[in-house]
């Protein structure tokens, strides 16, 4: 082959694959028209006044992943009629939990050349409160029972040149006096009542139990552990090892988390286990697929978390106990919260 | 087109002979470098939006990808020292790396039909495969095309055209994100399109005969005991220069804390702001897209193995700025241009000095074993590293890494390896 015939050749595969990338920009820019459009067979979403305060029935707030005009925006279903009427409230929020009248959002805010993002605090009725600019992708979201205590999880790192080795950073944040601890990594931390430093120390999935004892994954040393809290000590202790994510039940006595178990494969390691924190008894729950969520309690009995889907995401519902199997409870959804 | 033809100096030209400086960078080293600049920019667009694809777009966490990171980088590893045995049976070292980066490739489009955590961690699995597959022949085919004298050169040019890829490739899939809405399937697919361009331009533009290449080589043309067999690749290590290159590549190695431990110190002492951490490592590949270059002709002129021992003297000046008390504002541009420099006169400048003492028929199996003998050794030093940060503090375990760097230096340094591999006008003699 001569050098013109080789640059033709180039030439040519550059002008097909161009076609191909310009196709493909074309079509996800043509989205913005698609987005306009609910999807069919999608569920029904309208736009509305949505509160988290008092709600006449139990609702589910819950961020809607269904293509139409109010993708990705918080919005609200009766817990009784979770395939229901949709009411979208034009907030719009990668991750969401809300409890005592208080929500907490984690939403992008998209720049030029890269996104930025912010945690935003949000009334009963979602106008913001005060925000917060997170050094990372968002990914975990709790409120106290109590709505004062807010307590979020970003990504950090996922550069290029570090490659795909991330971090997170865990912050607490007292809603009432403003005081925020960035990072659970300030804490002191006690392993089996001896002082743990650890330069690779991580924490993730805060669940709280009340304004001052809260619940955390934290790992180190390719482990992780179950800890147990302080706000006002500022101090973590291990109780616990394998657990993620953990959620604690509405009377404080059990734990739902994802497990790695031992024997599976190394990309999809978790399955959802429930641990009674008196009696340290684990037990399986009856979820045969690879959990990556931090569950939500529906109440003492079920457990709801999110599987991915065609739509992003969908949610499914669970007994707590070991028994039955999971059922879908809201196509296209994501990041729960049950307003009590 | 042959490189060899395009090619005038012989082998036996004058190590620092003034056309020795004034020759080009063989076409074929500006061929592999293109392919590995289009190649970063495809391979860094995913890895730039996938933690926001998974957690934004499919609500799964990327910590299980975190932790899988270094099983799938043990495994490029190995299947590095594979991809380098199979190049140098029959002389394929464009046949692996066509393979190697057209598995790569064919991972973009198949990350648009994956939604699950198993199958997207098979793809990028199967994505690292064609990154070890293909590393070792295209070094071996760089080293093959140079003439001794100027390989510095091309490594650096190499390197820096594929730190100018990794640049780029965060930028275009942004630009992407923005022009788009969620735009996840268009990054991939133009990922995908970029990376065939890739594969076009190395098929297309990388002469792949062998017998081309070997004639403005001057390596030893001695070859080792039992051919291109894997005994004979591991026999390499019999022959005093490599053993000695690769012993001080890996006591270096064992002192080499690595790129995520910096930038935590960095941020621990200096107080670098959280929405700022991110950048760090850009500042790190800035200078090395800079100094690739100057810093790979400079081991041409003064050898390559006192620049790769003085690279590592930068590393050390750089573990010494975040030990001192100077807090200045300029502390972390410096600490990063000093690790940029690190890798500018440290990661290229090794293959080429390394290509210095591994006969021809053997070149793709040695790089890959040195390569992979220094990556183990860096994996080592993180896991010291991270416990002697645990039980001393940050503060005394990065004073006890600028130690074991400073002994393992002079170390180095008597060994001198150079006589046999470093200086570009004793490889003869070598041979």
Known sequence: ?????????????????????????????????????????????????????????????????????????LSTVRAGDPAGRRTASGVTCLRFHAAGGTGICLQAEHGTLTDSYRAVVLDSRLREVAHYALPGIPTRARVSPSGRLAAWTVFVGGDSYAGTDFSTRTAILDTRTGRLDPSLEAYRVTRDGRALHAADMNFWGVTFADDRVFYATMATGGKTYLVRGDVTTRSL???????????????????????????????????????????????????????????????????????????????????????????LLMRAALAPAYPR | MYVADSRGAPATAPARGPSGRRAAVAPTVLALGSVSLITDVSSEMVTAVLPLYLVTGLGLSPLGFGLLDGVYNGFSALVRLVGGHLADRGGRHKSVAVLGYGLSAICKPLLLLVSSLPLIGAVLAADRTGKGLRTAPRDAMISLASAPESRGRAFGVHRAMDTAGALLGPLVAFVILRATVDGYDAVFTVSFCVAAVGVVVLVLFVPGARAGAKRTDGAPERPAAGGVSLRAAVGLLRRRDVRRLSVCALLLGLATVSDSFVYLLLQHRLGVPDRWFALLPLGTAAAFLLLAVPLGWLADLVGRWQVFLGGHLALLAAYGLILSSWHGAALPYAVLALHGCFYAATDGV??????????????????????????????????????????????????????????????????????????????????
């Open chain 1, 1 to 73: 082959m001569t050098f013109r015939t080789k640059l033709l050749v180039l030439l040519t595969a550059v002008v097909v694959l161009a076609a191909v990338a310009a196709a493909a920009l074309l079509r996800a820019g043509d989205r913005a028209a698609v987005r306009d459009h609910p999807q069919a067979g999608g569920p029904p979403v309208v736009a509305g006044q949505v509160s988290l305060a008092h709600p006449p029935a139990p609702l589910i707030v819950f961020r809607n992943m269904a293509y139409g005009p109010h993708r990705d925006e």
């Open chain 1, 237 to 327: 202790s291990t109780l616990h090892t394998n657990v993620e994510c953990p959620s604690l039940s509405p009377d404080g006595t059990r734990i739902a988390y994802k497990k790695r178990v031992a024997g599976l494969p190394a990309d999809s390691p978790w399955r959802l286990y429930v641990l009674d924190l008196r009696t340290m008894r684990e037990t399986a729950l009856a979820e045969p697929r690879s959990v990556d969520d931090q569950a939500v309690w529906q109440d003492g009995r079920t457990v709801v978390y999110s599987m991915p889907s065609d739509f992003g995401s969908d949610l499914y519902a669970l007994p707590a106990d070991g028994t039955g199997a999971p059922h």
């Open chain 2, 350 to 431: 090794l293959m080429a000095a390394a290509a210095g003492c591994v006969p021809a028929e053997l070149r793709s199996s040695g790089l890959a074993l040195v390569q992979t003998g220094q990556a183990a050794a860096r994996f080592a030093c993180s896991l010291a590293f991270g416990t002697a940060w645990s039980v001393w503090g940050d503060r005394s375990a990065l004073g006890a890494a600028a130690v074991a760097l400073a002994v393992c230096a002079v170390f180095s340094y008597r060994l001198r390896p150079w006589a046999a591999a470093g200086t570009p006008g004793t490889t003869g003699a070598a041979a």
